[in-house]
């Protein structure tokens, strides 16, 4: 039997060193297991297409016949796309599949300093002109099914603007494209008048993805540093709320830089002038107007979403030239498009129905 | 503890969060806290750039190539090539053509 500890210091060492070894046993058997329930991005798929750090990925389909014009996901450069295949049963990705849609995903990758001065008319017209010509040659089809998310909608909706013959349908989910259309937090933030974004390039470079991720943080501080970790304790014993919990605090901690130049012009031509709404955006040498896009395209609108308010995405529909075209409102927030119950269940298989039928 | 004072406790809770909610809502829109913000950020951005300066002060004396003068390079590679990748593209277009088949076996 070992002798009683001497002194009240010597009692406190063997308790440390006894809950040190139960941490140290705890994370040896428990942390595998959440390692392997929080692997994300799970759908099967192979990289076909690189360039730089983009990377272009294709999901297997189990489907014997599957749709000839393929999709093409295009997420933020803001976060990992990964969001749109996070856990099985909560993911778009395994939803289209299923739908017999073939499906690729743009990965635009971790920028270095070679991205820094890369401009939004480089990530438009080389990096998604790119991945649309690779898709649609991986497919075997002329054309793509563009699906553009938050500011890969903008991308989207630029891309489609100004190469209307190589998008056969064009979705958009909670993409921006009338800044000035609601006074919410970011568009207070990103004014001209209290942001000099010019500063803001100059000294960082590439703006670092602490930075933004403090931003949409403190657009709801109470909600992201209180209110969800309560709801969290009240559901600790339901297994499937607490796995996509995680995973969605991984992917939120996962976030990524985005490149100087393309910052700068995003906000100073979009947060600040509003030029896309307004027809009077230009990419380099090329003028983008909305009016040019006349392929169908269905605008998802999140009702609850406080990063792009509804009123900000719902413009889309009037501005451009399509003559079918759909607004959808669904009832969650800006990332519940891509994980929600609703989102998976109900939005997604219509969505891929509605692809389907207008491709 | 009771369900009635549990239920008690959620009431409490959820009408914190709506006051405290509402009252970061309207702090997050003051504009002096957003001018406040601006200023703070503003302010940290020109530190930086002070430091900057005087890095590149000493490089100079040293006759060592300064960061603006490799950004300024760099900027120049960047536009090029974005010009190039564009040609390229236009020149490797498919050429179009009428399209029948709505699925493909794989």
């Given amino acids: 039997m070992t002798p009683p500890p001497a002194t009240l210091a010597d009692a406190a060492k063997e308790v440390m060193a006894g809950w040190e070894k139960g941490a140290r046993q705890l994370l040896k ?30 999901y297997r389909s ?58 939004l008319e480089h990530y438009v017209t080389v990096y998604l002109q790119s991945a649309v010509r690779e898709t649609a040659r991986a497919a075997g089809s002329e054309k793509v099914n563009l699906v553009g998310y938050c500011q890969g909608g903008v991308f989207s909706l630029i891309y489609t603007a100004l190469f209307p013959h190589d998008v056969e349908t064009l979705t958009l989910m909670a993409a921006p494209v009338d800044f000035h259309a609601d006074e919410n937090p970011l568009r207070l933030w990103g004014d001209a008048a209290n942001f000099d974004v010019d500063k803001v390039v100059d000294a960082c470079g590439n ?57 700068r012009q995003f906000i100073k031509d979009l947060y600040q002038k509003n030029l896309l709404a307004k027809g009077k955006l230009r ?50 927030g800006h990332i519940g498009l891509a994980v929600s119950g609703i989102a998976l269940k109900k939005l997604w298989p219509g969505a891929a129905r509605w692809i389907k039928r207008n491709s | 503890m009771t369900p009635e004072a549990m239920e008690g406790l959620r009431r409490f809770y959820e009408a914190w969060m709506k006051a405290v909610s509402a009252s970061w809502e309207n702090t997050l829109r003051n504009p002096a806290f957003v001018a406040a913000m601006g200023q703070g950020m503003s302010e940290a951005m020109d530190l930086r750039a ?57």
């Fill in chain 1, 283 to 332: 990419l380099g040498d090329h003028p983008v107007k909305l009016k040019d896009i006349r392929c169908p395209l269905l605008n998802i609108i999140a009702a609850h979403d406080h990063l792009v308010p509804p009123a900000c995405s719902r413009p889309a529909t009037k501005l451009v030239g399509s003559r079918t075209k759909k607004t959808l409102d669904v009832t969650t």
């Fill in chain 1, 62 to 119: 189990k489907a014997k016949k599957v749709h000839e014009t393929p999709v093409l996901l295009v997420f933020a450069l803001v976060n990992k796309p990964y969001i749109l295949d996070l856990l099985p049963g909560h993911s778009v990705v395994e939803v289209l599949l299923q739908a017999g849609l073939d499906v690729f995903l743009l990965d635009w990758g971790v920028p270095g300093e070679d991205e820094r001065y890369k401009s």
């Fill in chain 1, 207 to 263: 703006i670092p993805s602490w930075m933004l991720a403090a931003a949409f943080l403190m657009t709801k501080p109470v909600d992201n540093l209180v209110g969800k970790y309560v709801k969290l304790f009240g559901k600790l014993d339901d297994e499937r709320f607490v796995r996509l919990f995680m995973a969605m605090e991984k992917w939120v901690a996962d976030g990524v830089a985005i490149p100087g130049e393309v910052y």
């Fill in chain 2, 50 to 106: 002070v430091q900057e300066a005087a890095v590149e002060k000493v490089l100079k004396g040293m006759h060592f190539p300064t960061r603006t003068e490799f950004g300024g390079l760099k900027r120049q590679i960047a536009d090029l090539e974005t010009k190039v990748e564009q040609m390229r593209l236009e020149r490797s277009r498919p050429p179009r053509k009428a399209r029948q088949k709505r699925t493909v076996s794989r």
């Fill in chain 1, 29 to 58: 058997t428990v942390a595998p297991k959440v390692d392997e329930a929080l692997k994300t991005g799970r759908t099967p798929h192979e990289v076909v297409f690189r360039k730089d750090k983009l990377r272009l990925l294709r």
